[in-house]
């Protein structure tokens, strides 16, 4: 099984015709993702990777023409947020956005709106998601993991990669691999990975990495200890990172906690999750 | 990026927020000029990107002119937590009655902007969150509608404030709404808001940050930066689209991205190295970039080993390794590096480094542990 992404995701791009995009669409398509189509404004009617994907004017006109059900955006960040209301307009359920760089209150309107119409955003300033063996959607190397049972979320990208190949070393395998992205406002968050791995029959372990900043590990080690069978083992960089020199009091009084690794690695701990002191201890652990 | 209060003030000013008559110094006989055109009590403030001035005698009152210019020459001379004075704010002083804390800033678990006010405001407003937490009043903002004039009515209500201050402190908290979306704030503080003896609202501190990511669409703002906060290095890293902090170890890192450079560093401490530095070159650093890492970090003489832990997923391992031989042919130097290349084009990268001062590794650990002990040699 997997979660969010599989061999019936219908997949487009938008920022087809960019040079990330392009380069990336070749690459899921090599992969053997069911990429219907990309879109980029103006230049509709034209075709990408030698006549093998039509390029739309617009997200609406592409949704009709091919039944797509999975946008992947790789817009500049200027234009990110009009991308992604635009594919929740179009009807798409879920959006998947790879994006750095989007402001923060961008992202605030975003999730309201998005929230509203019950769209699942992925990301953004993320590298995407990967069901080894069926669908890859975004920029995760394709040759670095294998199928099996072991569910990622990470918030890192590069670290995600180390990770996944890790795993795949020692003939362990994913069954989906979510990237939530580094941003402190985003579209879906560990709670929501954790809770689909519990409910997908195919995952049997999961893995989530972490990183300083927010809470939201201290928030998944609540709901891993009220709501998870499965076994969950966990890794939070930074915890050799300098300490924020804060301004204000606002953050402070807002987050309480100041977003420590060793914080996150306690708070996890104290849920029954076993934390790795590096990535390559990872599978050892499961 | 962090705004001075002078800077928050003038923006704050333009929002409709009451603020202190006052100017900002950067010498002795401006301040005296300012005290002088102010007439009266004046604070002579400094302004440096760090909270808890006041405790550090960065903020100082003065009776008339000629000791607004001692207090100046005093202040004007001081670094504060690392951070040299280079200006002072000349504020009008103003009588305090009463002092409130009002700010807005986003709260992440809520995805929500949030303004906090509470009747307990000034410096230990974080002791009063922490122990009576019930003492801070909070309206989250819905991002799709902004501040409702109820909720700032309710606000003061829930602070006790006496009903005659609460259209203009309506008016403050719009204000304060209005500038912080505009701006793209991350935080806009008033601490302390007070209540004068004349019975007036006032701003006597301001502070804001903006969000890095839209500052893009604010060049005016963007060139408030004040670079003393940074190290030359980290200056120039930005330059370059890279993200440099420096910190004082002796092992250098180039990685490309966030996580996984802070993993190195935290491997590195792990087999008993310090880093010198967080490097993240980012996705598809070209030789370009690259080159500009190796300068920045070899720039620092207390590296006495490099490690460049590159996985390769869009960023191609040799375009990393040209990079790397075209900065060593600009800088010349014989500290080692420790390469550990996996995924695009690593072979390529490797065979394109292989040389009599480079260490390959193949595993983090290995990478590390090599790093560690050629700086310990």
């Known amino acids: ?286 | 990026m962090k705004l001075h209060e002078y800077q928050s003030k003038q923006l704050f000013a333009k929002y409709g927020i009451p603020v202190p008559k006052g100017r900002v110094a950067a010498t002795a006989t401006e301040a005296k000029q300012i005290a002088e055109e102010l007439g009266g009590r004046v604070v002579i403030k400094s302004q440096v990107l760090v909270g808890g001035r006041g405790k550090a005698g960065g903020i100082r009152l003065a009776k008339n002119p000629s000791e607004a210019e001692e207090m100046a020459t005093l202040i004007l001379g001081m670094e504060i937590k690392g951070l040299p004075v280079r200006k002072v704010l000349v504020d009008e002083a103003a009588q305090i009655e009463k002092e409130i804390y009002l700010g807005i800033t986003n709260d992440r678990a809520a995805r929500k902007p949030v303004m906090m006010a509470s009747s307990a405001g000034g410096v230990e407003i974080e002791e009063v969150a922490r122990l009576t937490p019930e003492k801070i009043i909070k309206a989250h903002i819905f991002p799709l509608l902004g501040l409702r004039d109820y909720q700032a009515r309710d606000i003061a209500a829930g602070i006790d404030l006496p009903r005659e201050h609460w259209r203009i402190f309506g008016q403050i908290a719009r204000g304060l709404w209005q500038a912080y979306a505009d701006c793209d704030a991350t935080l806009a503080e008033v601490n302390p808001l007070v209540i004068t003896s004349g019975n007036q609202l006032l701003a006597v501190d301001g502070k804001m940050v903006l969000d890095d990511n839209a500052l893009f669409l604010h060049t005016d703002l963007a060139e408030m930066r004040d670079l003393d906060v940074e190290a030359p290095s980290e200056i120039e890293a930005r330059k370059f689209g890279l993200s440099f902090i420096k910190l004082d170890g002796n092992i250098g890192c180039m990685v490309n991205g966030a996580g996984l450079a802070m993993t190195t560093m935290d491997i590195i401490k792990l087999f008993g190295g310090e880093p010198a530095n967080f490097l993240d070159i980012g996705g598809g650093a070209g030789a370009d970039k690259v080159s500009a890492a190796m300068r920045i970090i070899l720039a620092d003489p207390n590296v006495k080993t490099i490690l460049l832990n590159v996985f390769g997923g869009i960023t191609r391992c040799d375009e990393v390794a040209r990079g790397i031989l075209s900065a060593l042919s600009e800088v010349k130097t014989k500290v080692p590096m420790v390469i550990r290349l996996v995924g695009t084009n690593a072979e390529e990268g490797r065979r394109i480094l292989a040389n009599a001062n480079m260490v390959t590794a193949e595993t983090l650990v290995d990478a590390a542990q090599k790093a560690v002990a050629i700086a310990k040699a």
């Open chain 1, 1 to 286: 099984m997997s979660i969010l992404i599989n061999k019936s995701t219908r997949l487009i791009v938008q920022g087809v015709t960019g040079h990330d995009g392009l380069f990336h669409t070749q690459q899921m398509v090599n992969y053997g993702t069911n990429l219907v189509a990309g879109v980029t404004p103006g230049k509709g009617g034209e075709w990408v990777l030698e006549g093998k994907v039509p390029v739309f004017d617009s997200v609406k006109m592409a949704v009709e023409a091919t039944g797509a059900n999975t946008s992947v955006i790789f817009v500049p960040a200027r234009f990110a947020a009009d991308a992604i209301f635009e594919a929740a307009d179009a009807g798409l359920p879920l959006i998947v956005c790879i994006t750095e760089g989007i402001p923060v209150q961008d992202m605030m309107r975003i999730r309201s709106y998005l929230d509203q119409k019950g769209v699942r955003l992925v990301g953004p300033n993320c590298p995407g998601m990967i069901t080894p063996g069926e669908s890859k959607v975004g920029i995760i190397p394709g040759n670095i993991s294998i199928p099996g049972k072991v569910g990622l979320i990470s918030r890192s990208g590069t670290l995600t990669y180390e990770v996944l190949y890790a795993l795949k070393l020692v003939g362990i395998g994913v069954s989906t691999c979510v990237g939530i992205g580094g941003d402190p406002i985003n579209g879906t968050s560990f709670i929501d990975c954790l809770n689909m791995f519990e409910e997908d029959a195919k995952t049997e372990k999961v893995v989530m990495i972490g990183e300083i900043g927010g809470t939201d590990e201290e928030k998944a080690a609540e709901f891993i200890a009220d709501h998870m069978s499965k076994p969950v083992v966990g890794f939070i960089a930074g915890q050799s990172a300098p300490p924020g020199k804060r301004m204000g009091h606002a953050g402070a009084i807002v987050e309480g906690s100041s977003g420590l690794a060793v914080d996150k690695i306690n708070a996890l701990q104290a849920a029954g999750v076993r934390v790795a002191s590096h990535p390559e201890e990872i599978p050892s652990l499961l």
